[in-house]
């Protein structure tokens, strides 16, 4: 059965895609489901950052679901329907105040490699495998996500995963700026659940501004909000967690931020 899964574990909200049989491959619904989800936990003051994963271990995400495309774009105005979920789905993670994750193990394709490209931080396993097979498959990709890529790669890095169809091992993909980290796929677990951990102590609202400053730096000059940046870092000042950040800092201790 193909689903979106979530749970909440402590600080971190999981958005789980789930669809074994076919490595994960995302149906119509779960790109559908996907903002709600991330919209409730960014909504959730427990959550710290939200991760998205793959369920098991033998792939992230592997596309989408092409068993679909003959029902789900079938014609112009089911293409057009189908393509606004899938748009709306790559949204999702950017627009989240919260810092959005990716854990990948295995096979990260296609969708999979989109939506990972609009997550905040990529972490994967030494065994996964990436590629992008829209020539493959003879789509064509949008604009956004194409200056997604650009932004991470470059344009001649980009120009080779689209061109070539081809693909490419952890190693590479961590040589080309696409990952933050790879670790070995035995210590996955170990060392992903210490780096939420590290996120999850830090000050919310210090967060939530460093993310639309970044944000921010990719879009088109007349479109930056650097008013709103700007009173971001005013709040990050005049709330109570600066406060405990100083004391805490002083007393040589953990802080405990509320994220007010």
Do not use: W
């Given at each position: 059965m193909a689903e979106l899964i979530t749970r909440k574990e402590n600080a971190v909200g999981w958005v789980i895609f789930s669809n074994p049989t076919k490595f994960n491959a995302v149906s119509q619904d779960m790109w559908t489901a996907l903002p709600k989800a991330i919209s409730a936990f960014d909504a959730d003051p427990e959550v710290r950052l939200v991760v998205i994963t793959g369920d098991g271990d033998k792939a992230f995400i592997s596309g989408a679901?092409?068993?679909?495309?003959?029902?789900?774009?079938?014609?112009?105005?089911?293409?057009?329907?189908?393509?606004?979920?899938?748009?709306?789905?790559?949204?999702?993670?950017?627009?989240?105040?919260?810092?959005?994750?990716?854990?990948?193990?295995?096979?990260?394709?296609?969708?999979?490699?989109?939506?990972?490209?609009?997550?905040?931080?990529?972490?994967?396993?030494?065994?996964?495998?990436?590629?992008?097979?829209?020539?493959?498959?003879?789509?064509?990709?949008?604009?956004?996500?194409?200056?997604?890529?650009?932004?991470?790669l470059g344009a001649a890095g980009t120009a080779d995963i689209f061109f070539s169809a081809r693909k490419f091992n952890a190693a590479d993909a961590l040589g080309m700026g696409f990952l933050n980290r790879v670790v070995p796929a035995a210590d996955l677990d170990r060392e992903f659940a210490a780096y939420?951990?590290?996120?999850?102590?830090?000050?919310?609202?210090?967060?939530?501004?460093?993310?639309?400053?970044?944000?921010?730096?990719?879009?088109?000059?007349?479109?930056?909000?650097?008013?709103?940046a700007a009173r971001m870092i005013e709040i990050c000042f005049d709330s109570e967690d600066y406060r405990e950040g100083r004391r805490a800092f002083m007393e040589k201790r953990k802080p405990n931020f509320k994220g007010k």
């Open positions: 679901d092409i068993s679909q495309f003959e029902k789900a774009r079938g014609s112009a105005e089911a293409q057009a329907i189908y393509n606004q979920a899938v748009i709306d789905a790559y949204e999702a993670p950017v627009h989240c105040s919260k810092p959005v994750l990716a854990k990948i193990r295995g096979i990260c394709m296609g969708g999979g490699l989109g939506l990972a490209a609009a997550c905040d931080v990529r972490i994967a396993a030494d065994d996964a495998v990436f590629r992008m097979p829209a020539g493959r498959l003879g789509l064509g990709y949008n604009y956004t996500g194409i200056k997604r890529f650009v932004q991470m939420c951990e590290l996120i999850a102590e830090n000050a919310p609202l210090t967060l939530a501004a460093a993310k639309f400053a970044i944000r921010q730096t990719g879009l088109d000059p007349e479109v930056r909000d650097l008013k709103q």
